[in-house]
């Protein structure tokens, strides 16, 4: 099924649901086995974003990684690069392994992703979805459930999925740890593991692969060298607005 076959049949989709754009070849084939999602908006795809995947392929013996993109609400609400242009980016990332899968998914919030993964895979599948210090943080802020009950949403995430967290930024795995033990947060403890941090990309971001993208400097060690092809001069600064649900 062609890119736009499958952005129609999601976009009709009332229920939250996956359209794979490539299956691993030899990931996920019963329950029980461990499945690792990284979801982003891959504007572009960058090296810490592989890492991150591997690093918590490594720690949680998984099975499979799927690469993750929403087509509504993901993290920004404009992007430097179309929505074509980053399926094309995450696809080339997925094709260089042979047990990544890449897809998109109809709906935005992370209780939609993790139902339409858990919809997608075999009964029994245990779903780890790998995230940021950052991404970790919005899953707890009420704001993002202004239509829903936050605790609602919380308990039914953990039923489907898990949580894997990596420190960021200037964060190191102890203000992890303390995000983690914060009253709203440890009722969830037991389902999120911290996961240790990786210094050479700590600071490695798509925002800084932008940047430098619009000063006309180098960015080859900062992506996958298949998004490299991809990739193209940003003559303006970006206009990225904060997503309004998670």
């Not at 736009?4 to 019963?30: C, M, V």
């Not at 980016?89 to 109809?106: H, K, T």
């Amino acid at each position: 099924m062609g890119l736009q076959n499958i952005l129609a049949d999601l976009t009709k989709s009332p229920k939250p649901k996956l359209g794979f754009l490539k299956r691993a070849e030899s990931g996920i084939s019963q329950g029980g086995q461990r499945l690792g999602v990284f979801s982003g908006s891959f504007n572009p795809p960058t090296i810490a974003h592989v890492r991150l995947c591997e690093h918590a392929q490594e720690h949680l013996h998984l099975h499979e990684v799927l690469l993750l993109l929403t087509i509504v609400n993901v993290d920004k609400e404009q992007f430097d690069f179309s929505l074509e242009e980053r399926v094309k980016m995450m696809l080339a990332v997925a094709q260089e392994r042979p047990n990544w899968s890449a897809a998109l998914c109809s709906h935005g919030r992370f209780v939609e992703k993790a139902q339409a993964v858990s919809n997608a895979y075999p009964e029994g599948t245990e779903i780890w979805f790998i995230v940021g210090l950052d991404t970790l943080v919005r899953i707890f802020e009420s704001r993002f459930y202004q239509d829903m009950p936050m605790h609602e949403a919380l308990k039914q995430f953990f039923r489907l999925a898990l949580l894997a967290a990596f420190p960021r930024g200037d964060a190191d795995e102890k203000v992890v740890k303390e995000f983690v033990e914060r009253p709203e947060v440890s009722p969830y403890a037991d389902r999120i593991a911290i996961l240790p941090s990786e210094p050479s990309i700590t600071w490695v971001s798509s925002t800084l692969v932008r940047k430098k993208l619009m000063l006309g400097e180098e960015v080859s060690e900062l992506v996958p060298k298949p998004v490299i092809k991809f990739l193209r001069p940003l003559a303006e600064t970006s206009n990225e607005k904060p997503e309004t649900r998670v």
